[in-house]
């Protein structure tokens, strides 16, 4: 058996007015969404346990069917093991941004979307400044990046156990009451606000503002801890697999998971990114591997800027360009289970993660069709089927020889 995982992270919403009273994902046209529900079964799940904070990386940790009771130490360690930072017992890896801060509030969250290049000058011009010998700069993709920091006892325990904010959480708010939190924060604080005077006056923030885009006017930090401990596919499963993402959280994820990972030209994790590169590079590493998941970022990026028009075209280029060739080659092969699923909600009008199941559809071999011709939150919540620990949904597709809609229902 062969096995797609088709994220669409952040697809899932509330009601809006904006929408009718409905969801993005309801008003938009998705004819092979909607396809893979009338083929199989529809249902909800619940990615983020309540004792955790919407985000991606619970979201995704439990897509790959990892618990993240027993897995998750943090969300940079997943994005430091992607870049291959070996983390030692006395290490913790914070996720670094670049953002633009102005007038005291978090104006963007990226930094305008920052290239990939800028970005490496401005990590590399931080990484360069004197300052503490115990820190280190490891650039990513776009406004993503990592920063490791050497520490002991108290020390690490205290900067482990900060309470930092996700920066896509604060947009157009005050973000001086969201600087890390708790005993030991001062190091981390002064940090940040070091990266700021050290920004400034660079000549790519200069080159930015004078062709009208945003300067990266800091670093913020958030999403520390320690090297996770995961049990990889082969020896859990007896599968191989395979990961195609823009987003270095995802790939660290299948990482720690021993799956293949697979980088696409022109992958951005925005509206723009390289759709059909990650559909090719997906069907090819299904000749060779068991499991492939792809994973698309732009419907989670429009919701944090608020556009429900963005996150529509972001949800039907999804469809449309992801789903339907996809769907295709399964069903060509009769060897392939299709799901489709996104991480969690990315509510529009908050701008931020939010708790709350989400729905799924999945069609394959040995997986009997339902009632339902519609994949969207409506469709799903009728269906009366829940997974309500979300981690176990994969690992039920992968393990069970026959799937119903009666293989779950609601507690």
């Given amino acids: 058996m062969k096995y797609l995982i088709l994220i669409g992270d952040g697809m899932a919403d509330f009601p809006m007015e904006s929408c009718g009273g409905s969801t993005p994902l309801s008003v938009a046209r998705t004819p092979s969404l909607d396809e ?17 904070p919407a985000g991606s990386d619970i979201g995704n940790l439990s897509l790959f069917g990892y618990n993240p009771d027993e897995s998750f130490t943090g969300r940079a360690p997943l994005e430091a093991a992607n870049q291959g930072i070996v983390l030692g017992p006395d290490q913790l890896a914070f996720r670094c941004n670049l953002v633009t801060l102005e007038n005291g509030c978090m104006k963007d969250f990226t930094a305008d979307h920052i290239s ?24 990513g993709v776009s406004y993503r990046h ?8 108290d020390t690490l325990k205290n900067l482990a156990s900060l309470a930092c904010t996700p920066p896509h959480d604060i947009t157009n708010q005050d973000y001086a009451p969201h600087l890390p939190r708790g ?8 940090l940040i606000e070091r990266s700021q005077a050290l920004l400034a006056d660079h000549p790519i923030n200069t080159a930015r503002i004078s062709n009208g885009k945003l300067p990266a006017t800091s670093i913020w930090l958030w999403g520390q801890g320690k090297a996770p401990d995961m049990q990889p596919y082969q ?12 987003v270095d959280l995802v790939n660290g994820i299948g990482r720690n998971a021993g799956f293949e990972v697979i980088e ?10 390289n759709y059909e590169g990650k559909v090719e590079a997906t069907l090819d590493a299904l000749d060779r591997v068991d499991l492939v998941y792809l994973h698309i970022e732009a419907p989670d990026e429009a919701s944090h800027e608020g556009r429900t028009d963005l996150k529509i075209q972001a949800i039907e280029d999804y469809d449309s360009r992801v789903v339907a060739p996809c769907l295709a080659r399964a069903i060509e092969r009769g060897d392939c ?35 339902r011709t519609e994949y969207n939150e409506t469709a799903a919540a009728e269906a009366g089927v829940l997974y309500p620990d979300g981690y176990k949904l994969v690992p039920a597709i992968i393990q069970e020889a026959t799937l119903t809609a009666e293989g779950q229902q609601p507690t």
Avoid at 41 to 49: A, D, E, R, Y
Avoid at 264 to 273: I, N, R
């Fill in 337 to 371: 289970r299709v799901l489709i699923a996104p991480d969690h909600i990315t509510s529009i009008e908050t701008r931020t993660h939010a708790q709350g199941p989400v729905p799924f559809a999945m069609c394959g071999p040995g997986i009997e069709p339902d009632a």
């Fill in 146 to 153: 990592i920063a490791t920091v050497t520490a002991k006892g």
């Fill in 36 to 52: 893979v529900a009338r083929l199989g079964v529809c249902g909800l799940f619940c990615p983020i346990p309540d004792a955790y």
């Fill in 235 to 246: 020896p859990r499963f007896g599968i191989t697999g395979a990961v195609v993402s823009a």
């Fill in 264 to 273: 696409v030209e022109g992958a951005t994790g925005y509206l723009d990114t």
């Fill in 116 to 139: 990939t290049e800028e970005a490496a000058e401005l990590i590399a011009s931080l990484g360069e400044a004197p300052g503490s010998p115990d820190l280190e700069f490891h650039p």
């Fill in 183 to 190: 005993q030991g924060n001062e190091q981390v604080v002064q």
